[in-house]
């Protein structure tokens, strides 16, 4: 059973900076690119970064390009997204999302990633 656990969300002031980590299980992570999406009530999941199994790649939407980075950790399991220059309106759920099946790359559609995690807050304040 596939799992995936966000963690490091939480409340910081415009201009702050998160790192959030997202843990996975029960799939071959080391074959998967990664995705970070997020949600705000009554919108569409947004994708925010996808990083490739080897972690060499990196793709960001155009509203967080230099301010957030998305690495990994395959001997963990793990992947992150350092979020820096924080503006409020980033405020959202986010979360981590993984392909279905292995060696696929994925694009920023939502319908593209088969597991998801339960998602993190990420509130900014102004």
């Known amino acids: 059973q596939v799992h995936l656990v966000e963690s490091g969300g939480g409340l910081v002031q415009a201009g702050g900076s998160l790192r959030l980590s997202c843990a996975a299980s029960?799939?071959?992570?080391?074959?998967?690119?990664m995705a970070w999406f997020r949600q705000v009530p009554g919108k569409e999941r947004e994708f925010v970064a996808r990083i490739s199994s080897s972690g060499k790649n990196t793709y960001y939407t155009d509203s967080v390009k230099g301010r957030f980075t998305a690495s990994r950790d395959n001997a963990k399991n793990t992947v992150y997204l350092q979020m820096s220059s924080l503006k409020p309106e980033e405020t959202a759920v986010y979360s981590c999302?993984?392909?279905?099946?292995?060696?696929?790359?994925?694009?920023?559609?939502?319908?593209?990633?088969?597991?998801w995690g339960q998602g993190t807050q990420v509130t900014v304040s102004s």
């Open positions: 999302a993984a392909p279905g099946i292995p060696y696929y790359t994925p694009g920023t559609n939502s319908r593209e990633y088969a597991y």
């Open positions: 029960g799939l071959t992570f080391g074959s998967r690119d």
